[in-house]
T-cell receptor, first 114, second 110 residues
Framework: DSGVTQTPKHLITATGQRVTLRCSPR?????VYWYQQSLDQGLQFLIQ???????AKGNILERFSAQQFPDLHSELNLSSLELGDSALYFC?????????????FGPGTRLTVL | QKEVEQDPGPLSVPEGAIVSLNCTYS??????FMWYRQYSRKGPELLMY????GNKEDGRFTAQVDKSSKYISLFIRDSQPSDSATYLC??????????FGAGTRLFVKA
């Protein structure tokens, strides 16, 4: 158990809908990362937050947004969902959010868009 | 061309074999190199973390980085069925964005 929690574990929804994925980092970690993992694209970095501020952006679609709250938990919002958004979404956390930090991954949320 | 290339496998070996997993990368600015292990339906977990070139050993696992050829390797000695998982290489420049390989699926047969 990494200490990173993610809810829900599974999510099934329809195209065009909007969902929110939630992540609680390990105690003491200030940085949160979001990743998308699909069979054809592998693990793709989406976005990183550090202590409430956006720090780095990866291949995140405009339909997706995220935020980190004062209590350091983070939410990833996915809107206007398409079939291709079906994937595993992982949250990771680290202490300082620098490149040399170790990232600890949560168990993931499996999103299925029908 | 992807920044990190990794053969997805699957790779199947008998118990006790030495396993060699490899990745190549294209950006010479990459300085930090990691190997993650991911069991089915779980999140990745960090196995090895190396900086720049050289070898690093931890129990049955050895990570090797050759920056001159942009090649990174993970060796698993005396492989066990419990080593069956997907192994992902990863790298970054020291900045904030980590690039992952596609992952290699490993099966160790008892």
């Amino acid at each position: 158990d990494s200490g990173v929690t993610q809810t829900p574990k599974h999510l099934i929804t329809a195209t065009g809908q909007r969902v929110t994925l939630r992540c609680s980092p390990r105690s003491g970690d200030l940085s949160v990362y979001w990743y998308q993992q699909s069979l054809d694209q592998g693990l793709q970095f989406l976005i990183q937050y550090y202590n409430g501020e956006e720090r780095a952006k990866g291949n995140i679609l405009e339909r997706f947004s995220a935020q980190q709250f004062p209590d350091l938990h983070s939410e990833l919002n996915l809107s206007s969902l398409e079939l291709g958004d079906s994937a595993l979404y992982f949250c990771a956390s680290s202490v300082a959010g620098t490149g040399a930090d170790t990232q600890y991954f949560g168990p993931g949320t499996r999103l299925t868009v029908l | 061309q992807k920044e990190v290339e990794q053969d997805p496998g699957p790779l199947s070996v008998p118990e006790g074999a030495i396993v060699s997993l490899n990745c190549t990368y294209s950006n010479s600015a990459f300085q930090y190199f990691m190997w993650y292990r991911q069991y089915s339906r779980k999140g990745p977990e960090l196995l090895m973390y190396t900086y720049s070139s050289g070898n690093k050993e931890d129990g049955r696992f050895t990570a090797q980085v050759d920056k001159s050829s942009k090649y990174i390797s993970l060796f698993i000695r005396d492989s066990q069925p419990s080593d069956s998982a997907t192994y992902l290489c990863a790298t970054h420049t020291g900045g904030f964005k980590t690039i992952f390989g596609a992952g290699t699926r490993l099966f160790v047969k008892a």
